[in-house]
């Protein structure tokens, strides 16, 4: 939902305002291309954002790598604020917890659940696709998930897209080499 007049970008000031409006209090909100538009999900994607935010999790924490956000961390990424489903950002990149609600830092990974909303509209799919792009511009991996598919893109800089199947596994790069993830694993029973 877009929450602008048509044909007028908002500035970043303006977004901030909105934001902070006691009636938003409880929402989540993106900020892209100079439109807000509000975060919902459903329970489906929520839980597969779960099961990698504790993949993630139980592998970083030991090793002490960095921090896993969850869709209540946001990130500011080339000006735009975003809201993944769940995020990894090694403690080089933050080397201290963040308050702010859009921290400017891009984590390493970036993890994107797609519910239908997401992909029913050419807006929708233009959105994503300027987020991926983005996101790989600021240096982030993107696992983008289509449960409805049950495959798992996968976005790298410079590399063409990878998609995963059942049967394949999700493996981590750079500072996350060893995750390992079957795809098999995400869908909800």
Known sequence: ??????????????FIIFALLPENADRNFEFIG???FEV??????SEIAGVFAGELYSFARPRKLGR?????GGYTISGEQYIPDCA?????????TSTEAYPNVAPELVIEVLSPGNINSADEREKLAHKIANYLAAGCDVWLI??????????VSGQPVQT???GDFLEG???????KIAVSDLWPS
Request: aromatic share 10%.
């Open 164 to 166: 995963f199947r059942n």
């Open 34 to 36: 100079g439109e807000i």
């Open 88 to 96: 990894f950002v090694s403690y080089q990149r933050q080397p201290h």
């Open 68 to 72: 896993v956000t969850v869709a209540d």
């Open 1 to 14: 939902m877009v929450f602008q007049a048509p044909g007028k970008p908002m500035t970043y000031d303006e």
């Open 40 to 45: 919902v999900s459903n329970n489906k994607a």
């Open 173 to 179: 790069r750079g500072i996350l080499s060893g995750l």
């Open 146 to 155: 289509h449960p409805s598919r049950q495959i798992v893109e996968v976005y």
